[in-house]
């Protein structure tokens, strides 16, 4: 990456910028999740190198400028998985899952931090709701049961419908009902994104079968009738 970054290098790797790089760290990310869910080692292998790059990338930028290395990336968080884990590399005894996580919860609390850090705000809405749903539940602040989550998206329902009715609040009432399903999945276990995630997929699956329909009968979709797309979505389902 020195390399490629020196005034005799690559231009475009050259050009490129902290913020440049966002949507090329996004875009490896997600693609490094779909490798795990296809449960492809090989492609999964391929993706994480992919990442990797990102994280040399920005490193180098960063030690241009005088900040830090790519060293002083990996030599961090190795400093902080030692001082995390007293349980593995001391003598503090954490037995289960729930005992670690708050035990670093009363880390963050020592230095200083609000229990809601460290969940990005850049992160998807959907994960960032799960993510704080599961914090504010490591201090008590929760259902009771599932059902009474469940019980609060009927809530927001209404809501929604008198926001609807009124014609105000009604992005603010969606933002709440999507918040309280963030919050019934979490209480039964799942993850809401993944969840999202199988449905889309499922949903480009079902369509795939109209649009290759259509081209059998040589119609554009927007020529193709709506009762025939339905009929065709149904079968999908079977």
């Known amino acids: 990456m020195e390399k490629l970054r020196a005034?005799?290098?690559?231009?475009?790797?050259?050009?490129?910028?902290?913020?440049?790089?966002?949507?090329?760290?996004?875009?490896?990310?997600?693609e490094v999740i779909e490798a795990i869910e296809d449960e492809n080692p090989e492609k999964l292998k391929e993706e994480l190198g992919d990442l990797l790059l990102q994280i040399i990338f920005l490193s180098q930028i960063a030690k241009e400028k005088g900040f830090f290395t790519a060293e002083d990336v990996a030599n961090t968080i190795s400093d902080?998985?030692?001082?995390?884990?007293?349980?593995?590399?001391?003598?503090?005894?954490?037995?289960?899952?729930?005992?670690v996580l708050k035990h670093w919860d009363s880390f963050k609390k020592k230095e200083k931090k609000r229990l809601l850090d460290?969940?990005?705000?850049?992160?998807?809405?959907?994960?960032?709701?799960y993510a704080i749903g599961e914090r504010v539940s490591r201090v008590g602040f929760d259902w009771e049961n599932p059902e009474e989550a469940l019980e609060k998206v009927e809530e927001e329902m209404e809501e929604l419908k008198k926001a609807l009715a009124e014609k105000k609040g009604v992005e603010e009432e969606i933002g709440d009902i999507l918040f309280s399903v963030a919050n019934v999945a979490r209480l039964y276990g799942i993850n809401p994104e993944e969840a999202l995630k199988l449905t889309n997929?499922?949903?480009?699956?079902?369509?795939?079968?109209?649009?290759?329909?259509?081209?059998?009968?040589g119609k554009n979709l927007t020529e193709f009738p709506r009762e025939k797309m339905e009929e065709i979505w149904e079968s999908s389902k079977k």
């Open 80 to 99: 902080k998985l030692i001082f995390r884990h007293p349980h593995v590399f001391g003598n503090k005894k954490l037995e289960t899952p729930d005992e």
């Open 118 to 129: 460290g969940i990005p705000k850049s992160s998807p809405a959907l994960l960032e709701a």
């Open 201 to 217: 997929k499922k949903f480009r699956e079902r369509f795939d079968k109209i649009e290759e329909e259509a081209d059998k009968q």
């Open 7 to 30: 005034p005799d290098g690559c231009p475009w790797d050259r050009k490129q910028t902290e913020k440049s790089l966002i949507k090329y760290l996004l875009e490896e990310t997600y």
